[in-house]
Structure formats: C-alpha cells, structure tokens
C-alpha cells in the first residue's frame, strides 16, 4: 500500500455542484494532515489542516477518519476558480516528528 | 515579506554540466526542504535540514547535494546533470518538521538536454 493515495480525477463538475475527495494513508503513527492546492504550473499552497474532530472553512470541510486512515475534502458550491489539483499531505511520524508525504493529487474541473 | 525565494526561475543544462538551484526564506523558519515535482509523480523529497549545520537525505537524494550554513538559505546542487533530473524543482520552509504546514516558492523549472 502507497504511504498517501487518491484518486487522480479529474473530476469534471459544473458550478455550483458539491465535490468531495478521498486521500487514503498507510502509516497509523501520522498525526499531522493537510489539504493543499496546487494550480497548474505553480507551487503547492496550504489550503487548510485537517483536525480530529473535523474543520471547516467557508465552502471547504475537511474530515478525518483515524480507524479506516482516510481523509476527506468536500467543496460546496463550487466555483470556476476552485479548478485545481488538490493535494493530499500526511505526516510521516508521531507528533513534530517524521517528514511529510504528498500525494499525487486530485485534479478538480468546474464548468460554467 | 518575501516568503520563499527560489532562483532562477527557469534553467537549461547540458547532461555534465553542475549548478546550484537557490532557495532563501524570510521567515526564520528552522526546516527546509527540496522537492522535485515530475508528471505523474507527485512531489518527491530530495534532502531537509532541520536547522543551520544540520541537512539529511529524503526519498530520492542521490545526484543532489545540499548545505545549511545558514538559516535563511538551502542550496541545491546537481554535481553532473542527467536527463532524469529534468523536473520542477520546489523548495520550502516551515517552524518544524512534520506537524506544521510548508511554504513553498514558486519553483525552478529545470530541463536537462
């Protein structure tokens, strides 16, 4: 099993539609998770963490399941300007320690 | 505040040839680190450090040499360029080393002939 997995997409949908992804994570120890969006041709910027008992922010909620070690990422009314790949990052160790783990990204198309 | 400063932006190279990709952050961040980014791939570790004096191997250290004199700046260099070592080249900072989020620059596209 791939230490951080998701699907690649893309995931072509029209504005205004829900999305949700799925990043799943091989190592039990990791304790640090973040959802990152990358647009084409540029650098990878946080778009948020993802805690415990789950977090939104505005139109983003993010979800964490610690048993089956899957994240989750759900956009609401989407926008033509959340067209990006998401990026799904897992920690590697307990805690401040261990590097972090990117995987390769979900690609995300919203239509007028 | 300037972030994550990566040059040069762009850079072709002949198979041989060295260079070294700079990377300086504003932030007073302890870890840095270099990815490289390939089609398919996602993003790749290459070396870290944790802090001035301090640099350690990622996932895919090898024709990559790196050195952390100083808190502020994390070089990369490629001793002798090679085909495969065509990629984007991303550096990034942050407080700690696995529980914080990164900040990235905006990358150094490398192509190697």
């Known amino acids: 099993r791939k230490e951080v997995e998701q699907d690649p997409g893309p995931f072509n949908v029209p504005e205004g539609a829900t999305v949700a992804f799925n990043c799943t994570y091989s190592?039990?120890?990791?304790?640090?998770f973040f959802w990152y969006r990358q647009d084409c041709r540029k650098e990878p910027k946080l778009l948020m963490s993802?805690?415990?008992s789950g977090n939104e922010d505005g139109r983003f909620t993010a979800q964490l399941n610690r048993a089956s070690q899957y994240i989750s990422l759900l956009i609401r009314d989407s926008k033509l300007s959340d067209s990006a790949t998401y990026l799904c990052?897992?920690?590697?160790?307990?805690?401040?320690?261990?590097?972090?783990?990117f995987g390769k990204g979900t690609k995300l198309s919203v239509k007028p | 505040n300037a972030g994550v400063t990566q040059t040069p932006k762009f850079q072709v190279l002949k198979t041989g040839q060295s260079m070294t990709l700079q990377c300086a952050q504003d932030?007073?961040?302890?870890?840095m680190s270099w990815y490289r980014q390939d089609p398919g791939m996602g993003l790749r570790l290459i070396h870290y450090?944790?802090?001035?004096?301090?640099?350690d191997q990622g996932e895919v250290p090898n024709g990559y040499n790196v050195s952390r004199s100083t808190t502020e700046d994390f070089p990369l260099r490629l001793l002798s360029a090679a085909p495969s070592q065509t990629s984007v080249y991303f550096c990034?900072?942050?407080?700690?080393?696995?529980?914080?989020?990164?900040?990235f620059g905006d990358g150094t596209r490398l192509s190697i002939l």
């Open positions: 990034a900072s942050s407080y700690s080393l696995g529980n914080q989020p990164q900040h």
């Open positions: 190592n039990s120890a990791s304790q640090s």
């Open positions: 993802v805690y415990s």
């Open positions: 990052v897992v920690n590697t160790g307990r805690g401040s320690q261990g590097n972090l783990i």
């Open positions: 932030m007073n961040h302890e870890y």
């Open positions: 450090s944790v802090g001035a004096g301090i640099t």
